[in-house]
């Protein structure tokens, strides 16, 4: 996405990938430049002062929002020994979407119990199609059964304890569980999904 900011004859391009959308929590690239101004003469400066700000190089930045909502960047121009504000442009800090839930690489759906046994972990995957880096961590999760005595059970972490794991192992072929307040460690902080995750056993 290109931002066009004009002063006098100066013409400002501030590019992102996202059309003006920053992700929280991520490291999100920004990339400068202004007609007739060295880049080594510009600088930017947010309206949220909680945002990390690193240069790259004389064009490039990396900026981390730490909240979401609305924020404003300005470029100035540092030639001459002062600071002349060139423009302003509005931006939005969001959170990254939802990550994909999966057993063994496995999504939501069909899924052999011995694949499942032999490694009872939960992962959360970076969303489908979202190219910026984001890493998420499964901490705790709950599950309900289907066919089986015990219909629920919590657990801590992202790995199915022992007493999961035997419930699964005596389960028939088409039965189910559901994975479901999946809490993961999120670029923002901590964040409960708020789906459910089915695995038909085959």
Sequence with gaps: MFSLITLGQKVCTIAN??????????????????????????KIMLSDSTCKVEKVDNNNY???????GRMEITVMNSSNGKEEIIGKYPFRAKRVPSPDISIMAKKPGLINKELVLSMPKIYALRPEGFDITAIFKVVEFKMAFSDTTVKHSNNKGNMLSNEQCAIIKGMKTGSYFTLYDVVVEAPEGIRTLPYKYTYILE
């Design 62 to 68: 990396i900026i981390t929002p730490k909240k979401g």
């Design 17 to 42: 990938k996202d059309e003006n959308v920053l992700y929280v929590g991520v490291r999100n690239s920004i990339a400068l430049s202004v007609s007739d101004i060295p880049n080594n003469n510009l």
